[in-house]
């Protein structure tokens, strides 16, 4: 026979306490070390394990907080998410994590329906940060931004995208390239994030012959954009917003006979650890992925236990070279 569980009732028989000091002692609230460690240690002997239903109806939190991927195709999300996952886990919180697969019609209905299922509070990378829906979500959910900034936000870590864009495209442009290609999972329906706006004002600033191109994160549908491109138009050196999208010009490069960075150099936008391992290293923008899952969990964990002050984290790049850009001839 399954043991029975243990009751709250019983924790506090053993430790002479009454069943409310017991369960601020377990949530490490309004009691001393001494009593915080002795209830644990009887709840730990008697096999007690808080009811996570139970809890969550008589706290109305549910313990579970969402997290909204853009594409989780993109590595470097794949592994935000698990940073963040782990990061909540640390905080007594449970992710739930959802895929928008980069169509701005599903985050939409994603963020809904996670507001719908009284997630305490939202993490998402928007692929829309335009929308005017967020801000009607931001007032019945907390909301943290990552990446780009949305209206009405608990809480944001925005990266620094203008400086982002302007250390990739100055550097090319040391490196001689004036023609560049710019490999965005941006689409038609959402054409104002900040990043591509960026790189079109900073081509104008520079002078350089840039042509942005859209592409999904996935390897097939990256190598298949930069293939198309490659036997096309033939730019000197192309620029991708995400890393796991220069894997598809490395691919691309390979079914075409290209040599990388002898015939054509590639820049990525994140630095997954994926990257230093190929061959050339993948010259890229580093964004700090342990800084960004620790602000973006201690944000939204704040927001969820009613903090109300809102913060705005701005996460700068740096420029991580490898191999894979050589000087234009």
């Known amino acids: 026979m ?11 028989q053993a430790t002479g306490l009454s069943p409310a000091a017991v369960s ?7 009691v001393s070390e001494e ?22 109806l008589a706290s109305g939190r549910s313990g579970m907080i969402g997290l909204l991927c853009g594409s989780l195709e ?16 640390e905080k007594d919180r449970y992710a739930l994590i959802l895929d928008a697969v980069g169509d701005p019609a599903r985050e939409r209905a994603l963020a809904q329906q996670l507001r719908d299922q ?30 780009d900034s949305i209206g009405g936000t608990a809480g944001e870590v925005v990266f620094d995208n203008r400086r982002g864009v302007t250390l990739a495209l100055e550097h090319l442009l040391s490196m001689g390239h004036r023609r560049v290609a710019v490999l965005t999972p941006t689409r038609a329906s959402t054409p ?20 942005l191109v859209t592409s999904g994160h996935g390897l097939a549908a990256a190598t298949a954009a930069a293939r198309e491109l490659l036997a096309v138009k033939k730019p000197s050196a192309v620029f991708s917003f995400a890393d796991s999208i220069s894997y598809g010009v490395y691919a691309a490069a390979r079914d075409l006979g290209l040599s ?23 010259t890229t923008v580093d964004w700090n992925i342990d800084n960004i899952v620790r602000a973006a969990v201690e944000l939204v964990a704040a927001a969820a236990d ?8 701005v996460q700068k790049p740096t420029l991580r070279e490898r191999g894979s850009v050589a000087r234009a001839t």
Do not use: N
């Open 306 to 313: 009613g903090g109300a002050r809102r913060r705005r984290v």
């Open 192 to 211: 104002d994030r900040p990043a591509d706006v960026h790189v079109t004002s900073e081509a104008d600033r520079l002078g350089l012959d840039v042509e």
């Open 24 to 30: 601020y002692a377990l949530r490490g609230l309004q």
């Open 35 to 56: 009593t915080i460690e002795r209830v644990r240690a009887a709840a730990a002997e008697l096999g007690y394990e808080a009811d996570p239903i139970a809890r969550a």
């Open 118 to 147: 009284r997630v305490d509070g939202l993490i998402v990378q928007p692929i829309d940060p335009a929308a005017p829906f967020w801000r009607e979500l931001c007032e019945s959910v907390p909301v943290v931004a990552i990446g």
């Open 260 to 282: 990388i960075p002898g015939d054509v150099s590639v820049m990525g936008y994140d630095d997954h650890p994926m990257s230093g391992l190929l061959s050339p290293g993948l």
């Open 74 to 89: 993109d590595l470097w999300q794949q592994s935000l998410a698990v940073g963040i996952s782990r990061g909540l886990r």
């Open 2 to 12: 399954p043991r029975k569980r243990a009751t709250i009732r019983e924790v506090a």
